[in-house]
């Protein structure tokens, strides 16, 4: 049910655009208080816009299981999106993350992250 209502909201706010409404610093406000489904409402947009912060921060949700189910391909992809523009906080967590992970996860990852540039064109 948690996951259908975030799946939801996600595609509401891709539909709204990219930074409809959205605020970085309410984000980190909602993570202050744990409230992790309302950061990651605020984030998302801003990370789908080219936000590095916010793709760090989106990538770490799905590195550590922060409200959402853990997804090592997904954080590979949020990491790797936001180290490719230089974000040194995300090549770290970037370069901590792929030693554990499967080749298959990290290639996963690689293919989410092209998918992501290809649509943003």
Not at 6 to 28: E, I, K, R, V
């Amino acid at each position: 049910m948690r996951t259908r209502t975030f799946a939801l909201m996600l595609s509401t706010l891709a539909l709204a655009g990219p930074a409809a409404g959205a605020d970085y610093g309410a984000g980190l406000r909602c993570y202050e208080y744990n409230d992790f489904g309302c950061a990651m409402g605020q984030w998302m947009p801003l990370a789908m816009g080219g936000m590095t912060r916010a793709q760090y921060r989106i990538g770490s949700f799905y590195a550590e299981g922060t409200g959402v189910p853990v997804d090592m391909a997904e954080a590979y992809k949020w990491f790797s999106l936001a180290a490719a523009k230089g974000d040194r906080t995300a090549a770290e967590a970037l370069a901590s993350i792929t030693p554990t992970m499967t080749r298959d996860q990290v290639e996963e990852g690689l293919r989410r992250a092209r998918e992501f540039g290809m649509r943003r064109r």
